[in-house]
C-alpha cells in the first residue's frame, strides 16, 4: 500500500486527473459499456425465468418484461434458479443508475432534449425495483436488532441476506429468554430485559405484517412497471445508446472531461461541509438523538442532509469512472487503484440510509392504534437503538472522510 500526502481537506485529491484529459469519445465508451450492462441483465430475466408470461412480453420479443424476474418462487411459473432474478434486478438497478448518474453529470456534452427525457425515466427504472429489496433488508434490519436487544427466540436466524425471515409465529411464542445465541454476544439480564422481552414479540409480528404488505405491493409495482410500455421504451432506447451515443456536437468528441467531473466533486465538497461534522466526531451525539427520541412523526431534520451527501457521492463516483475508464464494478480504476476513503465513507452513508429508515419504520409501527404498552415500549427501544446506528454512521464517516487520501 502506497500512501500519497497530499492536501487532507481535499476530499478527492488521491483520485486525481487522468495522465491524458478524458474527452468524449472516453464518456461514450462508459455509456455504452452500462447500456450494455442493462441489456446483459435484461437477458439474465428472461433467462432466469421472466420469459415465462406471456402477458409481459415485449410486442417485438426483443425486450423481456422481467414479470417473473421478482416472484421468487411465489408460485407464479417456474421457481428460478437460487439467486437469479436477484442478480439480474441488482444489475438491472446497478446499470440504471449509473446511466442516471452520468447524464446528470455530463449532460452539457450530451443531446440536451435526448438526456432529458432519458436520465428521469432511468430514475424511475432503478428506484421502483428498488423498493421490494429495500423492505426486506429493512424488516430483516429490525428483527435482528429486535432479537439482538431482546434475546428471544421468537425470530429466527436469517438466512439469506436482503430476505427477512417470516415471524408469523412471533405473536404466539414463549417470550421467555433462552440460551445465548453465542458464547461472544453479550446477552443482557432478564431483569435488565424487562418488559422490552414480553413485546418483542408481538412488536416483531407487527413489524412483520407492516413490512410485508409494503414489500408484497412494491412486489406487484415492480411486475407492473417491468410489463408496462414505459418499461420497454426506455429498454429500446438503452439498445440504442449501446451502439450510438447522442452527443451534443461534434466538438462534444473532443470536449475534456475534468470540469464537469470538478463540478460534481465540488458539489459534494460544499454538501460535506453543511454537515455538522464536528458533532459526528463524538461517539455519542446526544443533541442529534434528543429530537429523534421525541414523539414527533417527522423525520429527523439532519437525516435529509446526510441522504443528500450520500446521492452526492455516488454521482462523484461515477464521474470518476468515466474518468478513470473504470471497470464494471466501479472500484479499481484503470491505474490498478481504489481509493479506500471514498468506499468507506460511501459504506458508512450506506449504514446511514438503512438505519434511519428502519428507526422511521419502527416509529411508524409504534403509532398503530390499540396495540398493547410493551409492543409499543419494544418498538420505542427498537427506534431508539437504529437511531444510536444513525450517529454511529455519522461517526464513522466523520473518521473516515477526514483521513488522508489512501490509494491501494
Do not use: C
Request: charge should be neutral.
Amino acid at each position: 500500500m502506497a500512501q500519497r500526502h497530499l492536501d487532507p481537506t481535499d476530499p478527492t485529491a488521491a483520485a486525481g486527473p487522468p495522465p491524458v484529459p478524458a474527452g468524449g469519445d472516453a464518456l461514450a465508451d462508459y455509456l455504452r459499456a452500462q447500456a450494455t450492462e442493462f441489456l446483459r441483465a435484461l437477458r439474465l430475466h428472461r433467462e432466469s425465468g421472466a420469459g415465462a408470461h406471456g402477458n409481459g412480453a415485449h410486442p417485438s420479443g426483443a425486450h423481456p418484461s422481467g414479470a417473473g424476474a421478482l416472484d421468487r418462487g411465489r408460485g407464479r411459473g417456474p421457481v428460478p434458479a437460487p439467486d437469479g432474478p436477484v442478480d439480474a434486478a441488482r444489475a438491472l438497478r446497478r446499470a440504471a443508475r449509473r446511466l442516471s448518474g452520468t447524464l446528470h453529470t455530463f449532460q452539457p456534452l450530451l443531446d440536451a432534449e435526448w438526456a432529458e427525457a432519458m436520465r428521469p425515466e432511468l430514475a424511475w427504472l432503478s428506484g421502483t425495483l428498488a423498493l421490494e429489496h429495500a423492505y426486506a433488508s429493512r424488516l430483516d434490519r429490525l428483527l435482528q436488532a429486535l432479537h439482538r436487544l431482546s434475546g428471544s427466540a421468537a425470530f429466527p436466524a436469517q438466512q439469506q441476506a436482503g430476505r427477512a425471515a417470516p415471524a408469523r409465529a412471533a405473536a404466539t411464542a414463549d417470550p421467555a429468554p433462552v440460551a445465548p445465541l453465542a458464547p461472544s454476544v453479550t446477552r443482557p439480564s432478564p431483569a435488565d430485559r424487562g418488559n422490552l422481552t414480553v413485546g418483542a414479540a408481538k412488536a416483531g409480528a407487527l413489524l412483520d405484517r407492516q413490512l410485508t404488505l409494503a414489500r408484497t405491493r412494491a412486489h406487484s409495482t415492480a411486475l407492473q412497471a417491468l410489463g408496462s410500455s414505459r418499461f420497454h421504451a426506455v429498454a429500446d432506447k438503452v439498445a440504442l445508446l449501446a451502439s450510438e451515443v447522442p452527443l451534443k456536437d461534434t466538438a462534444a468528441a473532443a470536449a475534456d472531461l475534468r470540469p464537469l467531473a470538478a463540478a460534481a466533486r465540488d458539489r459534494l465538497t460544499d454538501a460535506v461541509a453543511a454537515l455538522p461534522l464536528v458533532t459526528a466526531g463524538n461517539p455519542y451525539n446526544a443533541q442529534a438523538l434528543v429530537h429523534g427520541l421525541s414523539p414527533d412523526p417527522a423525520p429527523h431534520p439532519q437525516d435529509a442532509q446526510w441522504h443528500q451527501v450520500r446521492l452526492l457521492l455516488r454521482l462523484h463516483r461515477y464521474a470518476l469512472e468515466v474518468l478513470a475508464g473504470a471497470d464494471a464494478d466501479g472500484a479499481d480504476g484503470a491505474d490498478g487503484t481504489t481509493d479506500v476513503r471514498l468506499l468507506a465513507a460511501g459504506e458508512a452513508l450506506d449504514r446511514h440510509r438503512d438505519a434511519s429508515e428502519a428507526a422511521a419504520a419502527a416509529a411508524q409501527a409504534a403509532r398503530t392504534p390499540r396495540i398493547a404498552p410493551a409492543t409499543a415500549y419494544a418498538l420505542g427501544v427498537l427506534h431508539a437503538d437504529q437511531r444510536h446506528e444513525v450517529e454511529a454512521a455519522r461517526y464513522a464517516f466523520q473518521h473516515s472522510w477526514r483521513k488522508e487520501p489512501i490509494r491501494l
